[in-house]
């Protein structure tokens, strides 16, 4: 069966520092990778996405993400935070040979940015 | 508009009311879902609809809950006989049809904000 597991329920960092946000996943098959962001109070936005091109995936505002088929992991990434990148932010896994309805949603990091 | 819209932004009712929350696709899009969200919590899923197909009703926590779609775009969520427990943002999703690259990317509407007293 599938899941994501994110391993940090809240990260804090100070501007100007590096962010990582960890997530593991489980799927018997190729999964689709997704990370989603949501700031107070607005819409859950897409971040990026991996769908089996290239393993490292730039999405919007700075943020990367890694996908490790040997480690399971899609651990994402911004060399310096800002205070703008506080937010919520979820980790999701889709079998691309199963149904899109069943993608699993992660518990969620959220994130904190110090000034 | 180009995106997802849910309305109303804000519901307050009085438990045992009937709740109606309405969900406007992106055009073009056939696959829409429907989400809960408690607070600090992740996303439950509720329903999902695709094209011509009969729904996938298997996350709707009771009978309590329904959902339809006229016409393959505009989405109804139903909650009848509300309970506190209910209280929750409610999103919509909408995505291109099918499972494959690219394909599967869900657009959120701003969320209904429910509130039962």
């Known amino acids: 069966a599938q899941s994501v597991t994110q391993l940090d329920s809240h990260v804090s960092v100070s501007e100007g520092t590096p962010v990582l946000l960890r997530c593991n996943y489980s799927s018997s098959y190729s999964p689709s990778l997704f990370w989603y962001v949501q700031h107070p109070n607005k819409g859950l936005q897409l971040l990026l996405k991996y769908t089996s091109a290239a393993t490292l995936v730039k999405g919007i505002n700075g943020f990367e993400a890694e996908f490790k088929k040997s480690e399971t992991s899609f651990h994402l990434t911004k060399p310096s935070a800002h205070m703008s990148d506080a937010a919520e932010y979820f980790c999701?896994?889709?079998?691309?040979?199963?149904?899109?309805?069943?993608?699993?949603w992660g518990l969620g990091t959220s994130l904190a940015v110090n000034p | 508009g180009a995106g997802v819209s849910q309305s109303p932004s804000n519901k307050v009712t009085e438990k045992g009311k009937d709740v109606e929350l309405r969900c406007d696709p992106i055009?073009?899009?056939?696959?829409l879902y429907w989400y809960r969200q408690s607070l600090g919590q992740g996303l439950e899923f509720l329903i999902y609809f695709q094209g011509n197909s009969a729904p996938d009703k298997s996350g709707l926590p009771s009978d309590r809950f329904s959902a339809e779609r006229t016409g393959g775009s505009v989405s109804t969520l139903t909650i009848q006989r509300t309970q506190q427990e209910d209280s929750a943002v409610y999103l919509c999703?909408?995505?291109?049809?099918?499972?494959?690259?690219?394909?599967?990317?869900?657009?959120f509407g701003p969320g209904t904000r429910l509130l039962v007293l």
């Open positions: 055009s073009g899009h056939t696959a």
């Open positions: 999703a909408s995505s291109l049809a099918s499972p494959g690259a690219g394909r599967e990317t869900q657009y």
């Open positions: 999701v896994v889709t079998d691309r040979t199963g149904n899109n309805r069943k993608l699993i």
